[in-house]
């Protein structure tokens, strides 16, 4: 059994985690892969939004 990948560290406030197999890279437009770096998934930080 695998052990479930965590966030590096806790978000700060108004941020929150995401967690991806795979992203888009904005410039290349080639697709990113977690597991061809050896990773489950990619955590990326990003603003929540204001309700």
């Known amino acids: 059994m ?10 700060p406030a108004g941020f929150k985690w995401v967690a ?3 992203f888009t890279h904005w410039r290349s437009k080639k ?3 977690a597991s061809e770096h050896g990773k489950q998934c990619f955590f990326f930080l990003v603003r929540m ?3």
Not at 2 to 11: C, L, Y
Request: proline share 16%.
């Open 31 to 33: 697709i990113i892969r």
């Open 49 to 51: 939004k204001k309700r």
């Open 2 to 11: 695998s052990q479930a990948a965590a966030p590096p560290f806790p978000a």
């Open 20 to 22: 991806t197999a795979y």
